[in-house]
């Protein structure tokens, strides 16, 4: 098994992430299909999940301004035990590296991998470390001035007082709430982000040489790793299949953006997962200030977050080019990479 893993480093890794997600729906299939009275007369284990949120959105609203924080959950999990597995929906990606990681490459391999959590990584100075994160929380905040100034512009302010109420835009100390916890403990950002953009993303430019298509297909394969979440919706008939297939389809677009994004500040910063923590929380913040409703676990599919990513990966791509700042990581490491903490998991770099 470990010769196989490390022949097959991305494949072992996605298998393993992916069957989280697997197991853990069905476990909710099993709860709401077999016992929808398991919390009370009419009260299923996810109904109950629900009034839980509902009750705590309610009374904790600095806590719970940006309500898909890791600290959020953790409180929703302590209420209803039998629902803390899911925490492992979200952190599926991360185990899965590093259980791969530890089974093909040791320990030491898995201590470079959780290295990644540092801001930066090899040569780069903490000067041009702090321009590199002041740059991107400026093209944050810019990004969202400018959806909700074109939300006045082109839609008559249609969504003004949602944008106002789910990002606080009235009152800065929840304003400052919400953003900090979406930029550092969104659940998705921080307990994903490991795995994907800190793993994954430096083993397919190696295993393809082009980090434009490894960005490409790590994004699809991020996108379908949710699927999973969608089998108990559809089974409810609570959408159609064409609605399905436009909603995924966007989400795909959006999720390969973002991933061009991310990658790019992952490598100006030498390797550190810290901004695609930051950038995957405001995909996932962004999302909801333009949700229209909830489909099980999921929002649902607006079409303006995901023309934000895709304009904002022109934008990278055209400022940067297309090796999303690879080089630039490769000179942060020995001028070459071959000082890059991602050698010892992903192999060395192609020359």
């Not at 030491?108 to 990644?116: I, K, N, T, Y």
């Not at 919706?233 to 297939?245: E, K, T």
């Not at 995909?283 to 023309?307: K, M, Q």
Request: glycine residues 10%; positive net charge.
């Amino acid at each position: 098994m470990r010769d196989w893993v490390r022949r097959n480093p991305f494949l072992s890794f996605y298998a393993l992430a992916v069957a989280f997600p697997t197991v853990l729906f069905s476990y909710l299939i099993l709860m709401e299909a077999s016992f929808p009275d398991y919390c009370g007369p009419g009260i299923s284990l996810f109904g109950q999940f629900q009034a839980n949120m509902a009750q705590l959105l309610a009374d904790a609203p600095y806590l719970t301004q940006h309500r898909d924080s890791v600290l959020v959950y953790l409180t929703l999990y302590a209420m209803l035990p039998p629902a803390a597995p899911f925490l492992f929906f979200p952190f599926g990606p991360t185990v899965s590296a590093l259980v791969v990681t530890g089974l093909a490459r040791g320990s030491a391999a898995v201590r470079a991998l959780l290295g990644a959590y540092a801001p930066k990584r090899g040569a780069l100075a903490w000067g041009e470390a702090l321009r590199i994160y002041g740059l991107l929380l400026a093209l944050i905040f810019g990004a969202m001035a400018l959806v909700v100034l074109c939300e006045s512009l082109l839609n008559d302010g249609a969504r003004i007082p949602q944008f106002t109420r789910v990002w606080a835009l009235a009152d800065w100390k929840l304003f400052a709430a919400g953003w900090l916890a979406a930029l550092f403990t969104n659940q998705g950002g921080l307990l994903e982000e490991l795995g994907w953009r800190g793993y994954a993303w430096p083993v397919l430019v190696r295993k393809f040489g082009s980090p434009l298509l490894a960005a490409v297909l790590l994004g699809i394969a991020w996108a379908l790793w949710h699927l999973p979440r969608e089998v108990l919706p559809i089974a409810m008939g609570q959408f159609s299949l064409p609605r399905f297939l436009v909603d995924e389809a966007l989400f795909v677009v959006g999720c390969i953006g973002m991933t061009i994004v991310a990658v790019t500040f992952v490598n100006l910063t030498g390797g550190s997962v810290l901004p695609a923590i930051m950038v995957h929380g405001t995909l996932n913040y962004l999302f909801v200030g333009f949700e229209a409703g909830r489909t099980g676990v999921r929002s649902d599919i607006a079409t303006g977050p995901v023309i934000f990513w895709v304009v904002a990966a022109l934008v990278t791509l055209l400022y940067v080019g297309r090796d999303l700042g690879w080089k630039r990581r490769l000179e942060l490491h020995g001028g070459d990479g071959s000082t890059d903490p991602a050698n010892l998991w992903a192999g060395p770099p192609r020359p």
